[in-house]
């Protein structure tokens, strides 16, 4: 038996993490020197739809992320205060809240540019049980 290497799955996490947040640096064309607001629009968005969902719902789509990711996604969290109820204006207050930066398409833009570049590390049936916990005036900005 071939024991797996640590490492590499670090190493492989690290890889994931960059490329969805050079994503969302590219959505915007910012440069890799603004890699502080990619992270803080990455954990922003992360840590509310973490909080959005039922615990069940969070831990599976959890699951999928990189280890690196998964870790921004969990710090903090208190699984015995959630789901904490949001409509889609509450949501994207808290976006502009967590995101003090000014960027083109306001909060909107920035939840929909972090879970696009999510998705694509997210199993298309995750994704859908995402889309389907979100009360429908919120579901319309998740991609």
Do not use: C
Not at 74 to 96: A, H, I, Q, T
């Amino acid at each position: 038996m071939v024991a797996s290497n640590p490492y590499s799955t670090f190493e492989a996490s690290i890889e994931k993490t960059n490329l969805i947040l050079k994503d969302i640096e590219q959505a915007y064309g910012w440069p890799k020197q603004r890699r502080n607001q990619s992270y803080a629009a990455l954990r922003t968005v992360l840590q509310l739809l973490r909080d959005r969902l039922p615990v069940q719902e969070s831990v599976q789509f959890a699951a999928q992320l990189p280890v690196l990711v998964r870790g921004v996604y969990y710090e903090g969290w208190e699984p015995s205060d959630v789901p904490v109820k949001l409509n889609r204006e509450d949501f994207l207050y808290e976006v502009r809240q967590g995101f003090p930066y000014e960027v083109d398409g306001g909060a909107e833009g920035v939840v929909q540019t972090v879970l696009d570049a999510l998705r694509r590390h997210i199993s298309p049936g995750e994704w859908g049980d995402v889309r389907s916990t979100m009360p429908e005036d919120l579901a319309t900005i998740i991609p």
